[in-house]
Nanobody
Framework: QARLVESGGGFVQAGDSLRLSCTASGLSFDLKAMGWFRQAPGKERERVSTISRDSRRTFYRESVKGRFTVSRDNAQNTVYLQMNSLKPDDTATYYC???????????????????WGQGTQVTVSS
């Protein structure tokens, strides 16, 4: 059974950094594009960052560009999200998700992400 487990969330001050990790099991990690999404209370879920199978292509939402970095280690079945210069607006539950990508450089649409983790809370205090 496919499973994604996130870790690394926490309570930090504005300007601090966190590194989220997501480890996969029960799926062919190297055949999946991976994504980080977040949802704040009362708001819709939004895509934060995605990374292709071969790490050659990445996506960042505008508000995190220059502050967040996504990476993956296919040998460890793990995807990371390094978050620097955190802001209170980054407060949310962060989820990782997996989407089958037959092309190594393909970044799937949100609707293709079918396997989801349970989420990890990130709270940034001002």
């Amino acid at each position: 059974q496919a499973r994604l487990v996130e870790s690394g969330g926490g309570f930090v001050q504005a300007g601090d950094s966190l590194r989220l990790s997501c480890t996969a099991s029960g799926l062919s990690f190297d055949l999946k594009a991976m994504g980080w999404f977040r949802q704040a209370p009362g708001k819709e879920r939004e895509r934060v960052s995605t990374i292709s199978r071969d790490s050659r292509r990445t996506f960042y939402r505008e508000s995190v560009k220059g502050r967040f970095t996504v990476s993956r280690d296919n040998a460890q079945n793990t995807v990371y999200l390094q978050m620097n210069s955190l802001k209170p607006d980054d407060t949310a539950t962060y989820y990782c998700a997996a989407a089958t990508a037959w092309n190594p450089e393909y970044l799937p649409p949100d609707s293709d992400y079918q396997v989801w983790g349970q989420g990890t809370q990130v709270t940034v205090s001002s």
